[in-house]
DNA sequence: TATGAATGAGGCTTCATTCAT
DNA sequence: AATGAATGAAGCCTCATTCAT
C-alpha cells in the first residue's frame, strides 16, 4: 500500500526541516544556530518543529546519525578488505574524500568540524583504531602506537577534505595521503 | 578568583578580564558562556566588561590575538632556523606540542577546537604554507603539493595536540610526527 | 480509561469528553488542566474535542452546568419541603454532604474550589436566600438578615464540605452544622 | 544613612511589582494571570520583573507573607486576650472584617478566594485551631468538635468578609457573626 | 464526522548591552 | 572609570484552535 497523502506530507516536512537544520548548521555552526533559524529557513510554523524534533540537540543528533550511518560502514569495508597497507590507506581515504565530495557531511562551507564528542563519531574513531590495530596484527601494518597513527590519519583526513571541499581532485588527494602515510608508517618508531 | 578590586589598576582590569574569559571559554565554549559568567569570574561589575570590549565577540578576538601572538613567531623561528628536513619538522611540531601542552591555547579541557576561520588562524596557516615553499625551494624538503603538505601538518599537527593535552609525552608524540613525515615526504609525487 | 471507540455513538463522545475532563479538572484544576490532557484521557482526537465544545471553557461550563442541574433542585426540595427550622437545615446540610461525599461535585481531591462567579452558582445563592426569606416570612426562621444568614450557611456547607471530602461523616457533620444554626439563629439580631 | 537614591528606585520597583501583581491577581486569580500580565500593568521592562521575584509564584508568595503576616498576628492577639466566648469571637471576626474592609487582603473584587493550600494560610487555620482548642479547655468555649468549630468559624469569616467587600459594615457584620456562634456553640454536640 | 498535523500567538526566561548614578 | 539595575530583543517551548484529508 502506497504511503497516504498525509503521510507523504509527514515524511516530506521531516526532510525539510533537516535540510534546513543541515544548511543552517552549515553556515553557523551549531552553538551558534537557534531553532528559530532552522525554522526560518522553512516555509513552516515554529510549532511545526516541535512536532518532529523535541530541541535542536535532537535534530542535530539526527543529522549526525544520518552522516554516520552513511559513511562508518562504507569506511569499514574499506579497510576490512584491504590486502595490503595501500589498499588499507587508500580504501580509507578515497572513500571518505568521495563522501564529503558529494556533500555528504553537509558541511559544505562550515567554519565547523563535526563535533568530536558526538558518540558516533567517537565510536568511527574506536573503529578506525581497531581496524589500525587489527592491520598490524595480521602484519599489515608495522607495528607501532596505534593510537597515534589513527590520530595522524584522522587529522590528515579532515584536513584535507577541506581541500577537497575547496575544490581538489579526490583522486589526486588521495594519493597523497596514501603516498604520506605508506612511506611514513616504515619509518615510525617501533614497538 | 582575581585578585582584590583594591590592588587593581585599570590597565590590570583588561588583563583580569581576558584571564576571566580565557578560563570561561576553555570550561564552556564560546559560544554558550557568557558575558555574565566572565564577569562573575571576576571582581569587576558588569558595566565595567564594555570600558574595556566592546562585545563577548571582541574578547574572544583578543584572545585569539593573543594566542596567534604567543606562538606563530615562535614556531616561525624554529622553521627559519631549520637546516634539515628533521629540523623543520621537529621544530614545528616540538614547538606546537610544548604550547599545549603548557595550556597556551587555552583551551585545556575544552570541548572546542579554535576557530579555524579567524584570521590570525588563516594567516598562521598562510606562514606555514610560506614556510614549507621556502624549505622545498631552498631543497630542504622535496618538491610536492606544499598546499596539501600544510594541510597535512596541520591535521596531524592538531589531531595530536589532543594527544598531548590527553597525556601524552611532548618528545615523544614529536618524535612521532616527525618519522612519519620525514618517511613520508621521500613517497610524495613530485611536482 | 474511556470506552474503546467502537462501541462510541456520537451522543457518546459528548459524555465521553465531559467525564475526562472532569476527571482533568478535578486532577489538575481548570487553569493548569489543558484541552490536550483532556483529550489524552479520551479515546478521541483533538479535532473532536471541537465537534463537541468550543472551547475549554465551555466545557468546563458544561461541567458547571450538570454540577448545578444535579443538586439545586435537590437543595430546593429539601428546603421546601421543610417544616421546621430544623428540617430546613437538616435538609440542605444533608443534601449537601452527601453529594460531596459521593463526588457528585467532581472536585473529589482537587485544590480548587467552585468558581464563586459562575452564573449556576450565584443563581444557587440567589435561591438559598430566597428560600431563607421566605422561610422567614412564614415563621419558620426567625426574622433577621437573610443576605447574611445565606452567606453563613454558604460559608460553612463549603467549609464542613472540606471535611466531609477529607472523611468526616456525613451525618455527624450534618448534626454539628444543624445545631450550631439552629443554637445560632435564636440568637441573632432580629430585624 | 539615608538610603541613597539608587536604593529608594529598587525598593520602589519591588513595590510597583507587588501592587501590579496584587492588581493582576485580584483582577484575574493567580492560575490565569502571566507574569507578562504583571509587567504590563508596570511600566516596567519584562527583565526587570526577574531582577526582583524569580518566578510568578515567588511574587505569589511574597503577597500572601505580607498578608499573612499583617493578619495572623492580629487575629492571634485578638483571640488571646479574650476572656469570654463573646471576646474571643468578637475579636477575630472584627479583626479580620477591619482587615477585609480596608483592602489588606488585596482581593477587592477577585473572583478568587484565597489559595487554601499556601503554607501561611494553612499555618493560620492551624492557629485558629489551636486557640479554638486552647478556649475550649479553659472553659471559654464549651467543648465540641475543635476541627469543625474552626472549620466553621473560617467558613463564616470568608463568606460574610465578602458582604463587607461589598460594603457591609464591620460592626454589624461582626454582631451578626458573634452571635450566630454564640448562641450556636451552646447547642452543640458535646465531646 | 473523525482525524491529527499545522499553525502561530503567547508564555517564560536569559542575556548582551545601555545608562543613570 | 566603576557600578549594577534596567532594558527589551530574542531564545525556547506549549497549547488552543483550525483545517485538509
Known sequence: MAPSRREQTKAQNRETILAAARQVFAQMGFATATVRDIIRATPLASGTFYNYFKSKEEVYQALRDEVALAVRPRLRE???????????????????????????????????????????????????????????????????????????????????????KAGAAVEETTGFAVALFLGGIAALPKI
Chains 1, 2, 3, 4 share one sequence.
Open 78 to 164: 574499506a579497510r576490512g578488505n584491504a590486502h595490503t597497507a595501500e589498499e588499507f590507506f587508500a580504501g580509507s581515504f578515497r572513500v571518505f574524500f568521495q563522501f564529503v565530495a558529494e556533500g555528504g557531511d553537509g558541511t559544505a562551507s562550515s567554519p565547523e568540524r563535526f563535533r568530536m564528542d558526538s558518540p558516533e563519531v567517537l565510536e568511527g574513531f574506536a573503529e578506525l583504531r581497531q581496524d589500525v590495530q587489527a592491520a598490524m596484527a595480521k602484519g599489515l601494518l608495522p607495528s607501532s602506537d596505534p593510537a597515534l597513527l589513527s590520530a595522524a590519519l584522522t587529522g590528515v583526513a579532515f584536513e584535507l577534505a577541506d581541500r577537497v
